[in-house]
């Protein structure tokens, strides 16, 4: 029997995306949600698992894996019952790749972690620069969603359970208008539909909405 322990806390995009990958495959896992206020991120028994000290953190059978895109793929790849959430087919994979590296380092790096860390750090007055980054994220995605009705193409992938986590937390500091993003809001509805999507993504992402709303935050044109 395997042991399957997340570390993670629901406002975490990252944390999402491996919730919706778990929920996807139906595998059976202990969860452990962090509460990071009280530091539980930065215990010594926490650091010695994850010395990034951050979420989510996967521990199966005593393996550790500290980024999402390792966790998502590498659960697919050893319990999937079939490869459609991470394709074997060399060319399918890059093009999941592909979009697990832009909502690493264009999505999440370049333009969600800097407003957020800055909202958090009470450092809560926005550069229109940086809201206008948001909505460059989502021209592009737009274009990608032109054709197929996933991010890859015609089916369901990590990519779609990667990207819908961070895009729809950008949602909170630039609200999506959806007709002038019509792809981009019928994706998320396709993903909504999901029986797994509001309890892997819906709770925790209004868990994240709640507690910017509290801080507040302003932009500046």
């Known amino acids: 029997m395997e042991n399957i322990v997340l570390y993670a806390i629901g406002g975490s995009a990252p944390s999402r995306a491996v919730l919706l990958t778990l929920k996807a495959l139906n595998v059976p896992f202990e969860y452990k949600m962090l509460n990071l206020l ?14 990034h000290g951050t979420v989510p953190t996967l ?10 895109h390792a966790i998502t793929t590498y659960l697919v790849d050893k319990y999937g019952s079939d490869d459609s959430l991470y394709p074997k087919d060399l060319v399918q994979r890059a093009k999941v790749n592909q979009f697990l590296f832009y909502e690493a380092t264009v999505v999440f790096d370049r333009t969600f972690i800097h407003i957020s860390k800055a909202v958090f750090n009470n450092n809560n007055v926005i550069p229109w620069a940086k809201i206008d980054a948001i909505y460059k994220v989502y021209d592009s995605l737009e274009g990608f969603l032109k054709v197929h009705p996933y991010v890859t193409g015609e089916q369901l992938t990590v990519a779609d359970f990667s990207l819908v986590a961070t895009i729809t937390t950008l949602f909170t500091y630039a609200e999506l208008d959806a007709g002038k993003y019509p792809k981009i809001a019928e994706w998320v509805k396709r993903l909504e539909a999901l029986p797994y999507y509001a309890e892997a993504n819906g709770v925790g992402l209004q868990q994240y909405k709640d507690i910017v709303k509290s ?6 044109r």
Do not use: K, Q
């Open 215 to 220: 801080i507040g935050f302003r932009i500046l």
């Open 38 to 51: 009280a530091g539980e991120n930065r215990t010594p028994e926490y650091l010695a698992i994850n010395p």
């Open 59 to 68: 521990v199966d059978n005593g393996e550790i894996f500290t980024d999402s």
